[in-house]
């Protein structure tokens, strides 16, 4: 059998878009994945739907996986010749024990490539306003380890040679030996009053930052209770996150955000949080499929076929446009056989889906529900005439019974169907449990629907209870409604009910939250 291929890529600091170009590709490339927490669980997102994932950090039921272990592991998958990726937090060649991988990858003729990735060392300080280097202040910079206990490290470090070596000192892993390191670097010549900042889970929504001198550090962590990981910053450079910090005042920021909306529709909505400071998760719950069973199918072709006779094609969503057109072309029909009939929309995101087709809505309702495209409706539609409706299987039925009320004849055409899609997630109802999850976003009442099915499926027995202390935001009444009759409690909806609205409801209510 070939030998397969292994990578060993620097993932970066936490935020999963800190991760190399080159590493994103081997990612993509890869058969298995062999990862750790500090690598960023979201990346996975972006691996083949059949990869392997092996998780080799730490468990309830067990403990981290010993690095011997890791590397026979990595040999034995490539052995089989698959294409395996070790994805390790920050840089693998910074304390990230990728020589020993290498190593013994080398001495059984696997082939390897080392792909670095963005060090914690100046990542998380940038995230903090703190640039490791300036003109002014410091020309250098070194990085050390400060994860080994005080006997080890005095071994491992020749205090009166680092201590001043450089203008900025970076400690990784040295949390809990903040006393020691400043009281050996004071002793050394540093002065106590030399600036000092540790930041805990840097990129990250619990990215927290502690701000002292050498002689008083240790109390401020101490009275903050920050905790591992954190990146200790030494020296005259930590004065410029007075002026310099900078994703702190976003108004998202400390914000992981779960988003349950399909994956293919995500995009704006990640893109507007990502730029306001929040941190997304991603966890679709549903997925839009085409019908396939043979009388849908002819429901659809006949349904279509007489194009000419229609008076109104009403679209309530901009997935009703995709997937309309989508049939359209399946079956050949020409959208100028629609030539008697007018294009209602609701909501803007609609109506830009059918401009985008060359079609211009000529109904566009102020309310973006089926209740405001009936009211718009007053005096404009007549018994009698026929309307098209391409919508998905579980839309709401009271456009369709208001219309059939008022004498027009409605011809309901599901051209997409929701399913449910309930992703394996290692960490979501262990971040449930400890509050790692700050606001669900539902987009439908079916992602409500739907992501409460997959949290039993994910083992948690109560989701109502699992989501009790998580802020509730729904894209409006209809969807918070569902939401409250799954026992949730909503707390943000906003008076536009599109994606924009959504956004900015959230930016209000942080800081309503916050006290700004």
Request: hydrophobic share 40%; proline share 5%.
């Amino acid at each position: 059998m070939e030998k397969g291929k292994v990578y060993l890529v620097g993932a970066g600091p936490g935020d999963p878009k800190l991760i190399t170009v080159r590493g994103l590709e081997a990612l993509k490339r890869s058969d298995v994945i062999v990862f750790d927490r500090l690598a960023g669980p979201q990346l996975l997102n972006f691996a083949k739907p059949d990869a392997e994932r092996i998780y080799v950090g730490k468990l309830p039921d067990r403990h981290t996986m010993k690095q011997e272990d890791i590397n026979r592991l990595l040999v034995d998958l490539a052995l089989q010749g698959k294409t395996v990726i070790r994805l390790k937090g920050g840089d693998p060649t910074v304390f990230g024990r990728v020589g020993e991988e290498a190593d013994l990858l080398q001495k059984n003729g696997i082939i390897y490539e080392i792909i670095p990735g963005i060090t914690s060392a100046i990542s998380v300080p940038a995230y903090a306003g703190i640039p490791v280097t300036h003109r002014d202040m410091a020309s250098s910079f070194s990085v050390i380890t400060g994860h080994e206990s005080p006997d080890k490290l005095d071994l491992s470090i020749y205090w009166d040679k680092v201590t001043n070596a450089t203008g900025t000192l970076v400690f990784l892993m040295g949390v809990a030996k903040i006393a020691y390191i400043s009281d050996q670097l004071i002793k050394h010549g540093r002065s106590p009053d030399t600036p000092v900042a540790l930041v805990q889970w840097g990129t990250r929504a619990e990215q927290k930052t502690v701000v002292g001198t050498l002689s008083n550090i240790e109390e401020r962590v101490k009275a903050a209770n920050l905790k591992p990981p954190a990146v200790i910053v030494v020296g005259d450079v930590v004065r410029q996150r007075e002026t310099l910090s900078w994703i702190e005042k976003k108004p998202l920021f400390g914000q992981r955000i779960l988003i349950t909306r399909a994956r293919s529709q995500a995009s704006d909505l990640l893109a507007k949080i990502d730029d306001l400071g929040g941190e997304t998760y991603e966890y679709p719950v549903i997925e839009m499929k085409l019908p396939e069973k043979p009388e849908q199918l002819q429901e659809i072709e006949q349904a279509l076929a007489q194009a000419e006779a229609y008076d109104w094609v009403m679209l309530t969503s901009v997935n009703g446009v995709e997937y309309f057109f989508r049939w359209l072309d399946r079956y050949g029909v020409d959208i100028r056989r629609f030539h008697k009939a007018k294009f209602a929309a609701v909501g803007p995101k609609t109506a830009d889906a059918l401009r985008d087709r060359g079609i211009r809505a000529d109904l566009l309702p102020e309310s973006f529900r089926a209740e405001g495209l009936l009211d718009s409706l007053d005096g404009v539609i007549a018994p009698g005439q026929l309307a098209l409706l391409p919508r998905g299987d579980l839309a709401r039925e009271t456009l369709p019974k208001e219309l059939k009320e008022r004498g027009v004849r409605v011809v309901e055409l599901d051209v997409y169907h929701t399913v449910l899609s309930a992703p394996k997630d290692l960490w979501l109802p262990e971040m449930l449990e400890n509050g790692e999850i700050h606001v669900i976003t539902f987009t439908s009442s079916s992602t409500v629907v739907n992501l409460m099915e997959a949290l039993r499926q994910l083992g948690v027995s109560n989701p109502a209870e699992a989501l009790r202390n998580v802020e509730i935001a729904c894209i409006g009444p209809v969807t918070a409604q569902t939401a409250k009759e799954h026992g949730l409690t909503v707390t943000v909806v906003p008076e536009k009910y599109t994606i924009d609205g959504l956004v900015e409801a959230l930016v209000d209510r942080r800081r309503m939250t916050k006290g700004d």
